[in-house]
Nanobody
């Protein structure tokens, strides 16, 4: 059974940092993507990494967020620095077989972890 489990969300003040984790079991994906969804909005792309060779980030987070992988733990991390109130959302991790910004390209999803940034 394939599972993706996110953790690490919480409440921080603007300018703070958080590190989200996505632990995968049952399968290793070549690509892990992070997406977020705020209330009343569609799920939007945050960033994705293909193995450790390529990565892609939304303009809104470029330079502030970064994705790393631990192959021994089959876990992907989203390091979020200089957080802003507009980063507040439910963050999801997805698994795919190629680098993509498109939600439907991701075959599996976790349940999400909430990030709240106060001003």
């Amino acid at each position: 059974q394939v599972q993706l489990v996110e953790s690490g969300g919480g409440s921080v003040q603007a300018g703070g940092s958080l590190r989200l984790s996505c632990a995968a079991s049952g399968r290793t994906f070549s690509t892990y993507g992070w997406f977020r969804q705020a209330p009343g909005k569609e799920r939007e792309f945050v960033g994705a990494a293909l193995w450790s060779t390529s990565s892609d980030y939304a303009d809104s987070v470029k330079g502030r967020f970064s994705i790393t992988r631990s192959y021994t733990k089959n876990t992907v991390y989203l390091q979020m620095n200089s957080l802003k109130p507009e980063d507040t959302a439910l963050y999801y991790c997805g698994g795919a077989e190629h680098l993509s910004r498109v939600v439907k390209d991701y075959d599996y999803w976790g349940q999400g972890t909430q990030v709240t940034v106060s001003s």
